[in-house]
C-alpha cells in the first residue's frame, strides 16, 4: 500500500496562489502518472489535473485551465499544483492520486492510491 502525502493548503485571498505538493510515503515508489482532484462541500470529487510519469503530457480540467499548473519532479519524487487566480469556487479538498492510465488520468475510478486530501480555502 502506497500512502501519498499532500502538503501547501490553506487559507488564501481571491486572486492569491498557493502550490500544493503530493510525494510517496514510500521514497522507493517512483511517482507514475499522477493527478489532482477536489471536492467541494454537498459536491462529488472532479479532476483538476493530470500529468504522465515523465512530465511531457498534462491534461487540465476546463475550469482551471491557464490558472493551475501541473508539475513533476522526478528526482524529487514530488507532483506539484501550482495554482493562480484563486477564487471562491476553487476552495475544496484536493487531492493526489496516482498511477491511472494515461487516457484515463480524468477518471478517478482510475487511481489506484489516493492521499487523504488537504483543505483549500479562498476568500473573498
Known amino acids: 500500500q502506497v500512502l501519498l502525502e499532500e502538503s501547501g493548503g490553506g487559507l488564501v485571498q481571491t486572486g492569491g496562489s498557493l502550490r500544493l505538493s503530493c510525494t510517496a510515503s514510500?521514497?522507493?515508489?517512483?511517482?507514475?502518472?499522477m493527478g489532482w482532484f477536489r471536492q467541494a462541500p454537498g459536491k462529488e470529487r472532479e479532476f483538476v489535473a493530470g500529468?504522465?510519469?515523465?512530465?511531457?503530457?498534462?491534461y487540465y480540467a476546463d475550469s482551471v485551465k491557464g490558472r493551475f499548473t501541473i508539475s513533476k519532479d522526478n528526482a524529487k519524487n514530488t507532483v506539484y499544483l501550482q495554482m493562480n487566480s484563486l477564487n471562491a469556487e476553487d476552495t475544496a479538498v484536493y487531492f493526489c492520486?496516482?498511477?491511472?492510465?494515461?487516457?484515463?488520468?480524468?477518471?478517478?475510478?482510475?487511481?489506484?492510491?489516493w492521499g487523504q486530501g488537504i483543505q483549500v480555502t479562498v476568500s473573498s
Open positions: 500529468i504522465s510519469w515523465s512530465g511531457g503530457t498534462t
Open positions: 492520486a496516482a498511477n491511472a492510465p494515461l487516457e484515463l488520468l480524468r477518471v478517478a475510478a482510475e487511481y489506484d492510491y
Open positions: 514510500d521514497r522507493t515508489y517512483s511517482l507514475p502518472n
